[in-house]
Nanobody, 132 residues
């Protein structure tokens, strides 16, 4: 399994970026794909998760309405569109893959998708810096 993120960079507050995660070595079937971020001195936190084949998505409250996760199965790529960026969005952003069971109703109730331990494979990360 390999996950390669790209698209990070420096952007002004209020700006937008689109991150990409190119996946290989596994099928999107039976998978969930998520974006996490980790700011200096803070724990890794889940931003958004999408089912590998249906339209199920879920977002952290901190980014709901500003970020959008999507995927292109033909390109084996997951995206994170980030709008209205704030300085507090500055972090290294990672994509990760786990089981599609993370998006069942029971798992969503327990918010399992937000826990890094729920995922088997990770990318190397891409840095996003938002200037004020």
């Amino acid at each position: 399994v390999q996950l390669v993120e790209s698209g990070g960079g420096l952007v002004q507050s209020g700006g937008s970026l689109r991150l990409s995660c190119l996946a290989s070595g596994f099928s999107f079937h039976y998978s969930a794909l998520s974006w996490f971020r980790q700011a200096p001195g803070k724990e890794r936190e889940g931003m958004a998760c999408i089912h590998g084949t249906d339209d199920n998505t879920v977002y952290a409250d901190s980014v709901k309405g500003r970020f959008a996760i999507s995927r292109d199965n033909a390109k084996n790529t997951v995206y994170l569109q980030m709008n209205s960026l704030k300085p507090e969005d500055t972090a290294i952003y990672y994509c990760a893959t786990g089981s599609s069971s993370l998006l069942t109703s029971d798992a969503l109730h327990l918010r399992l998708w937000e826990f890094p331990s729920s995922y088997n494979d990770w990318g190397q990360g891409t840095l996003v810096t938002v200037s004020s």
